[in-house]
């Protein structure tokens, strides 16, 4: 894929700031969208790509993903510099000191509720599955065969989720999730944005959630829809491996730079 000129001509102001943030997301961004959750990596030139980048003086990485942090840290294998925010921002990874999620005995009621929701309307339909989170869950249906179906087993949790006190919900592509935390993508970049002191800010991603971060971004800023669907990102890839193209014209923007 070439890079449009548009595309390139935001890269290159961009890249000309002293400090620098990109942020991505994980799945169906650096990785493909894959029925299996468990079995979702990078993809291979996005690995590399983000690799070189995290090696890029002035250049902070960040994922920003719905992914519960541990998972985050197994399944993204990131770079060593990277900084993470799982669960939608409810879990940050911010160095070997980073404290980890703590529910007070309210939202821990709250979570179990929300589970035991799920698992309820799971039960009901084969290809359907929980995630455990945890901030708290989600419920997956990318395995169901008809995707009718599996739209009309999102609105059946939906609707049972409503009723669950403390329960925040999160649409996502063929996914719907609840969490006891109130977090969001955009959250998590703004306060990315404060701790890594960036003059301007990268944000990558292709759901439903991902606009909250797209909302936030700024003048100077790039965001980045990868795949199709309406979105307030300024610019878009087709498809998760033309990523690494972006990260890598923004590490030699940088480079020729120094």
């Not at 894959?34 to 003086?57: G, I, K």
């Not at 529910?103 to 179990?112: K, M, P, S, T, V």
């Not at 995707?147 to 996914?175: M, N």
Request: contains cysteine; negative net charge; hydrophobic residues 45%.
């Amino acid at each position: 894929m070439a890079i449009p000129p548009e595309l390139d001509a935001a890269l290159q102001d961009f890249a000309a700031q002293q400090t620098l943030l990109v942020c991505v997301d994980f799945d169906g961004c650096v990785a493909e969208l894959v029925a299996d959750a468990a079995a979702a990596r990078p993809v291979p030139v996005n690995a590399e790509a983000l690799e070189r980048l995290a090696q890029v003086d002035g250049v902070r990485l960040a994922y920003v993903s719905g992914r519960p942090l541990q998972t985050l840290q197994e399944l993204a294998s990131p770079p060593a510099p990277a900084l993470l925010f799982g669960s939608h921002g409810a879990e940050r990874w911010l160095g070997p000191d980073s404290a980890g999620l703590e529910l007070d005995d309210e939202q821990a009621a709250e979570r179990r509720e929300v589970l035991s929701t799920l698992e309820t309307v799971a039960a009901e339909h084969e290809g359907a599955w929980v995630e455990h989170k945890p901030a708290g869950g989600a419920i997956h249906v990318r395995r169901m065969d008809d995707p009718t179906l599996g739209e009309a087993v999102l609105d059946q949790a939906r609707s049972a989720l409503a009723l669950v006190d403390g329960a925040h919900i999160k649409e996502g592509k063929q996914v719907l999730e609840a969490l006891v935390v109130q977090s969001s993508k955009g959250e998590a970049i703004e306060e990315l944005r404060e701790l890594t002191s960036a003059d301007a800010v990268f944000f990558a991603g292709d759901d439903v959630t991902d606009e909250q971060g797209f909302a936030v971004l700024r003048e100077g800023d790039v965001g980045l829809k990868v795949g199709p669907g309406e979105t307030r990102a300024d610019f878009r890839v087709p498809e998760p491996a033309n990523l690494a193209e972006v990260l890598h014209r923004i590490a030699q923007l940088r480079d020729r730079a120094s």
